[in-house]
Structure formats: structure tokens, C-alpha cells
């Protein structure tokens, strides 16, 4: 099993800045994919960006060019660096973990923007 604490969401004016950081725990192995996805009011959960434990990395076309995600592998942890954000990235962000097929979610944390 692997749990997931997610930190860093929030209230944020459109053109500001957030950053999410989501810390895997338990039973994890080496190789594996960490990722944000988001849920917005009436809309079905979308991947944002995810990063492998290789650094590869896949994002949204919606959020290139804003967000980075990075990860520390030593700490688990993945990082998501919110910039420029707009009305329509308010969402609740969920971490996703991803190891010999098996995905866990952590429990989500909300991010609105204010236009």
C-alpha cells in the first residue's frame, strides 16, 4: 500500500502563483509514475502533468508553458509549480501514483482562481 499527502492548494488571483507538493509513503517501489490530475466543478478528472521516476515528463496542452512538475525522488515527493494561473484551472488537484499497474490517489486539495 501507498499513501499520499497532498499540501499547497489554495485561494489565488489570476496571473498568480501556486505550488502543490504531494509525499508518497508505505510500501513504494523504485521504479514508478507520479502525477497531478484535476477535477473542475461539472467536469470529468483530466491529467495535468505527470513525471516518471526516470524524469520523463507529459503535460496538459492546456498548462504548457505554466506549470512544471519535478519530483525528489530521495523524499518520494512530487512537486507541482503553478504559474500564471487562470479562472479556469480552479479545480480540486489530486496527486496520482503509479507503480506495476497499480494507481492510488491521494485525497485532493482546491485550488481557485479569482478573475
Known amino acids: 500500500q501507498v499513501q499520499l499527502v497532498e499540501s499547497g492548494g489554495g485561494l489565488v488571483q489570476a496571473g498568480g502563483s501556486l505550488r502543490l507538493s504531494c509525499a508518497a509513503s508505505g510500501n513504494i517501489f523504485s521504479i514508478n509514475t507520479m502525477g497531478w490530475y484535476r477535477q473542475g466543478p461539472g467536469k470529468q478528472r483530466e491529467l495535468v502533468a505527470r513525471?516518471?521516476?526516470?524524469?520523463?515528463?507529459v503535460y496538459a496542452d492546456s498548462v504548457k508553458g505554466r506549470f512544471t512538475i519535478s519530483r525528489d525522488n530521495a523524499k518520494n515527493t512530487v512537486y507541482l509549480q503553478m504559474a500564471s494561473l487562470k479562472p479556469e484551472d480552479t479545480a480540486v488537484y489530486y496527486c496520482?501514483?503509479?507503480?506495476?499497474?497499480?494507481?492510488?490517489w491521494g485525497q485532493g486539495t482546491q485550488v481557485t482562481v479569482s478573475s
Open positions: 496520482n501514483f503509479q507503480e506495476r499497474l497499480i494507481g492510488y
Open positions: 513525471i516518471t521516476s526516470g524524469g520523463s515528463t
